[in-house]
């Protein structure tokens, strides 16, 4: 079992900064294959759930939705298991619950290429 636990969600206004952790426990990631991904998802009221973006753990490699890029940055600490969402110039439609999420054999895009996923961290951006 891998669990996944977000933090860092809160209140700010619009054109403010947060970071969102997201550390993994459990099963450890040393013998984890080499396309195994971490990222991380949004779901606002009355959306589906949407991809942000996420991180291919071994590599390093990162993958953004296009109304992401330029403003989230996505990282990863592998001593300790864990990746960080920084979002920067937040706009009111980031507001959403954000989940963090790992696959197990590298899906980037789709909520149906993940294995786990945490239980959310709520992020509202006021205008």
């Known amino acids: 079992q891998v669990q996944l636990v977000e933090s860092g969600g809160g209140l700010v206004q619009a054109g403010g900064s947060l970071r969102l952790s997201c550390a993994a426990s459990g099963r450890t990631f040393s013998s984890a294959s080499s396309n195994y991904a971490m990222g991380w998802f949004r779901q606002a009221p009355g959306k589906e759930r949407e991809f942000v973006s996420a991180?291919?753990?071994?590599?390093?490699?990162?993958y953004y939705a296009d109304s992401m890029k330029g403003r989230f940055t996505i990282s990863r600490n592998t001593a300790v298991n864990t990746v960080y969402l920084r979002m920067n110039n937040l706009k009111p439609e980031d507001t959403a619950i954000y989940y963090c999420?790992?696959?197990?054999?590298?899906?980037?895009?789709?909520?149906?290429?993940?294995?786990?996923w945490g239980r959310g961290t709520q992020v509202t951006v006021s205008s």
């Open positions: 999420a790992a696959a197990r054999r590298g899906g980037i895009y789709d909520v149906s290429q993940y294995d786990y």
């Open positions: 991180i291919r753990w071994s590599a390093g490699i990162t």
